[in-house]
């Protein structure tokens, strides 16, 4: 019997939240990360490790949730704020029987990535999949209000973070297996609000193609997930209640997407159905059209 195409909210009610990057279980309605009727049969990611940034929420979980249904072992990174979220998370991971590790710390710092690798290691004895989902965004109408704080905070973590953890983590790494950065649709189109993080996820981008090029010859894939306007913690975090309200609804498809909708991206580039993709950008946008 054919199953019913879940059916997504096309508004959410004006909200805002005071800081960065933002708790899921204060947003209404509360983000789709997962559908009750995912199964996860066919256990694409089974004996596969994966670690997660900012697994504790939005995208992120949405993606750990599906990793682990697929079979794989997760880690959650995430800040000491997010702990709630990420125990939340955890449990959702345990009750369907899976494994989950929350570590929690600053991936602005070098050295916490390093203690990452050691803390997966010894817990999972592999690496696998390295999903880079980290982000903040201070958004401002103009070039002359970006603090250098707010810049200087945006670049450690959207960019310095991922790659000092990609660092860190593939040595471990080896042939089929696969990383795989947020980038965002801000990185081809522009914001005029979102300067400096756009310029963060530009850089995401060409990050994600050199280093495919780079590990080509060790098997390892590298690509990359560019959301449009997908209801996060942290778009109740960056905007006012007004602009909150109508997120999305520009978009040929209506309205805000959901993390559940890009949890098969990330799934596809994963395993060995995405085998053959790597150095390249998955578009998940409402419908907005990228032409590079």
Known sequence: MKQESPTFPTSVFPQTQPDQPGIESKMNPTPISYHEDYGGTDKK??????????????????VAVCFAKEGAKVTIVHHPSEINDANEVKQMIEQGDGECLLIQGDLTQSAFTAEVVTKVLERFGQINILVNNAGVQYPQSNIE???????????????????YLTRSVVP???????IINTTSITAYEGNETLIDYSSTKGALTSFTRSLAMNLAKKGIRVNAVAPGPIWTPLIPASFDEQ?????????????????????????????????????ATIHVNGGTIINS
């Open 172 to 178: 471990h790494l080896t042939t089929g297996d696969s």
């Open 243 to 279: 602009k909150v309200a109508g997120f999305g609804s520009n978009t040929p498809l209506g309205r805000m997407g959901q993390p559940v909708e890009l949890a098969g991206a990330y799934l596809l580039l994963a395993s060995e159905d995405g085998s053959y993709i790597s150095g």
């Open 145 to 163: 209000s970006i603090t250098d704080e707010d810049l200087h905070r945006t670049f450690a973590i959207n960019y310095f973070a991922t790659f």
């Open 45 to 62: 990611l089974k004996d596969k490790v994966a670690i997660i940034t900012g697994g504790d929420s939005g995208i992120g979980r949405a």
